[in-house]
Nanobody, 120 residues
Framework: QVQLVESGGGLVQPGGSLRLSCAASGFSFSDYTLAWYRQAPGKERELLAGITRTGGKSNYTNSVKGRFTISRDNAKNTGYLQMNNLRPEDTAVYYC?????????????WGQGTQVTVSS
């Protein structure tokens, strides 16, 4: 049974940091690129970052470049998103996405999401 479970979200003050985790089970995690997305209320789901199967390459959308870092530990079947210098506009539900590639560029497996709220 394929499962992705995000954790690590919460309430943080502007300028603070959080580290999100994405624990995978039921499939071969190391076979697939991993991505993180977020979705704010009333907005479309936004791609934030992606990392290759081995972790050798990563890329970021401009709004998080220099503040967020994506990583993975294939031995632990876990992906991560380190988020620093958080801003109120980073408030959203954050999702990890991996698995076989589908039409449209997204992958087949999603977690349930973890809420990140940035507020003073």
């Amino acid at each position: 049974q394929v499962q992705l479970v995000e954790s690590g979200g919460g309430l943080v003050q502007p300028g603070g940091s959080l580290r999100l985790s994405c624990a995978a089970s039921g499939f071969s995690f190391s076979d697939y690129t991993l991505a993180w997305y977020r979705q704010a209320p009333g907005k479309e789901r936004e791609l934030l970052a992606g990392i290759t199967r081995t972790g050798g390459k990563s890329n970021y959308t401009n709004s998080v470049k220099g503040r967020f870092t994506i990583s993975r530990d294939n031995a632990k079947n876990t992906g991560y998103l380190q988020m620093n210098n958080l801003r109120p506009e980073d408030t959203a539900v954050y999702y990890c996405n991996t698995g076989p590639l589908l039409a449209g560029g997204r992958r087949a497996y999603w977690g349930q999401g973890t809420q990140v709220t940035v507020s003073s």
